[in-house]
């Protein structure tokens, strides 16, 4: 007689009884073809390992279809077919298209009901029967946000319309009276300026507590620079009162950006440097003030100085002011001064509206009168500035996404001997596309105009260089009008250096010098983020349409951005 190992036996007795576990089958019919066709459509799991995931899949499978409206619906006993086989019998009888529930206006709010159904009406409103989960959740989630997060809905008195229509009224339960943001409590960053919740982020104690709006607004932080989001903030609930806690840290946002810039001076056969910096302080005050600082100096012996202060909403009111004072001196020609004074209202935090004046004197410093373009005059300029940005950006090599900003001013300029209007329009707008994680196209549009029976040489605008057109000198361009197209196709090379094309168009008018031209800028650049901050570095070369392609004109610019 043959023996048989039993640690065998055991192992294929216990993979046979799984093998038998794994095989029963249930078939779900209808008690006409047509209910069996739907029943097939709804694709229910034929296949169970015991008898509790069939009864499991059958209650399934009623509530879907109860929830497209068969609410008579039968069911038989799950009946045994033969060993493995199970067989259950669905009749669907009437399905019901719509439902009509009942409400009471004074405990809801018909714009609600509004945003849930297209047939509302003063006492009742119509859905889709197979709507019905949906919409009860939505209504719960509006009703909560209104103050009431405990509120529980339901249907109630449900019962028989027609073959097509049901009838339920709408029951909403609420234990406790209408709640309202009591407290705000911030946690990481004590000192976050508080005139920004209630105008930036417009959080307010005393409002309907909405936590859906909360979490909406909070999104408005990656606007901000100067403070983010450690974690989600939370809600505390106490008998008599509703506190918001939010969890914030101080940014680094102070930025210093500076560049240096070398190329063969054609006269003189030796290499001319320029260079600039602009320092940006953010909120150092903790009060949200902003303060810019520019210098520049060019190989044309031009030399720039300008300061702006920005102070948000003065004495916790929605409006803030800014003022800023430039000089200009080229050479031994002139000097300008501007200075301007705003008022801005904070729409929302990406949009701001400013208002203001404007008043500009400039001297003549030339001894003679050899160059009459150049003259002593003053202009006061009434302004309307708008400004669109957009921080937000997945990219951390790029600080802002998108920013658009338009100004317009209206008013008169003055010299020895007459007076005349004058209006002056500028743009500045730019925005990065995401084409994936790795590839970008940037493009930027910078523009001016002067609208004037007359033009001075000391009142033109000046452009060209590393933050215009690239592959000129800085600043080396004078217009009444231009425009200046930049664009790069970025390519990102790892998280902390990426490589780019320069492709640059500009057209501008010089009416002093009756010049209408065309420029173009081509070259290769890249970026590297170091510790010190972001390094850039541009090879460009500029022409004219006139002019052929010659290497000796190609500039290179060296700038280093630094976060602090």
């Given at each position: ?311 948000p909403y003065l004495f916790s009111t929605p409006i803030g002011t800014e003022f800023s004072l430039r000089i200009l001196k080229r050479d031994s020609s002139f000097t300008s001064v501007n200075q301007k004074a705003n008022v801005f209202y904070q729409l929302n935090s990406k949009n701001r509206l400013f208002i203001g004046i404007e008043s500009t004197e400039s001297s003549n410093l030339l001894e003679d009168d050899i160059n009459t373009d150049i003259t002593d005059y003053k202009s006061n300029l009434y302004n309307l500035k708008y400004i669109f940005e957009n921080r937000y950006s997945f990219n951390s090599l790029f600080r802002i996404k998108s920013k658009i900003q338009i100004e317009l001013g209206f008013g008169k300029r003055e010299i020895t001997n007459s007076t005349e209007n004058q209006e002056k329009i500028t743009l500045d707008a730019f925005n990065s596309f995401y084409l994936n994680n790795k590839n970008s196209l940037y493009t930027k549009v910078s523009a001016a105009l ?115």
């Amino acid at each position: 007689m043959q023996n048989y190992n039993p640690f065998i036996i055991l192992i294929l007795l216990f993979f046979s009884s799984e093998l038998i576990a794994q095989n029963l089958k249930l078939t779900i019919i209808g008690s006409t073809d047509e209910e069996t066709s739907l029943i097939s459509d709804l694709n229910y799991n034929s296949q169970h390992v015991d008898y509790n995931s069939i009864l499991t899949e059958a209650n399934l499978l009623r509530d879907k279809i109860i929830r497209f409206g068969y609410i008579d619906l039968k069911r038989s006993t799950i009946s045994k077919t033969n060993d493995t086989s199970f067989h259950v019998k669905f009749q669907l009888n009437n399905k019901y298209e719509t439902i009509e529930i009942n409400y009471d206006s004074t405990k809801i709010n018909k714009n609600i009901i509004n945003l849930t159904s297209k047939q509302v009406f003063n006492t009742y409103f119509v859905i889709p029967f197979e709507d019905i989960e949906k919409t009860l959740e939505h209504i719960n989630i509006k009703v909560a946000n209104n103050g009431f997060p405990f509120a529980k809905i339901n249907l109630s008195e449900i019962k028989t319309k027609d073959n097509n229509t049901l009838i339920a009224t709408l029951i909403i339960q609420n234990k406790e009276n209408e709640r309202r943001l009591d407290k705000i409590i911030i946690k990481g960053y004590d000192k976050f300026p508080k005139s920004y919740l209630k105008r930036y982020l417009k959080i307010k104690p005393e409002k309907i507590f909405n936590i859906e709006t909360i979490k909406k607004k909070m999104v408005a932080l990656n606007n901000l620079g100067f403070a983010e989001q450690t974690k989600d903030s939370e809600v505390l609930f106490t008998k008599d009162s509703t506190t918001l806690y939010m969890y914030l840290k101080k940014t680094q946002s102070n930025t210093f950006d500076g560049f240096l810039g070398f190329s063969t001076n054609e006269q003189t056969n030796k290499i001319d440097f320029n260079g600039y910096l602009n320092l940006e302080l953010n909120n150092n005050l903790n009060y949200g003030e902003t303060f810019k600082l520019l210098y520049k100096s060019d190989e044309s012996e031009q030399r720039n100085f300008e300061a702006r202060l920005n102070l948000p909403y003065l004495f916790s009111t929605p409006i803030g002011t800014e003022f800023s004072l430039r000089i200009l001196k080229r050479d031994s020609s002139f000097t300008s001064v501007n200075q301007k004074a705003n008022v801005f209202y904070q729409l929302n935090s990406k949009n701001r509206l400013f208002i203001g004046i404007e008043s500009t004197e400039s001297s003549n410093l030339l001894e003679d009168d050899i160059n009459t373009d150049i003259t002593d005059y003053k202009s006061n300029l009434y302004n309307l500035k708008y400004i669109f940005e957009n921080r937000y950006s997945f990219n951390s090599l790029f600080r802002i996404k998108s920013k658009i900003q338009i100004e317009l001013g209206f008013g008169k300029r003055e010299i020895t001997n007459s007076t005349e209007n004058q209006e002056k329009i500028t743009l500045d707008a730019f925005n990065s596309f995401y084409l994936n994680n790795k590839n970008s196209l940037y493009t930027k549009v910078s523009a001016a105009l002067i609208n004037s029976n007359t033009y001075f040489e000391n009142e033109l605008y000046t452009f060209g260089g590393i933050n215009s057109i690239r592959g000129f000198a800085e600043n080396s361009i004078l217009a009444n009008r231009y425009i200046v197209l930049n664009t790069e196709y970025r390519y990102q090379l790892s998280s902390n250096i990426y490589a780019h094309t320069i492709l640059d168009f500009s057209n501008f008018e010089n009416r002093i010098s009756n010049i209408r031209e065309n420029l173009y800028g081509f070259g290769l650049g890249f970026g590297i983020r170091t510790n010190s901050g972001l390094l850039k570095f541009n090879f460009a070369n500029g022409k004219t349409e006139e002019q052929n392609f010659k290497f000796s004109n190609s500039k290179i610019h060296i700038s280093l951005i630094t976060v602090f």
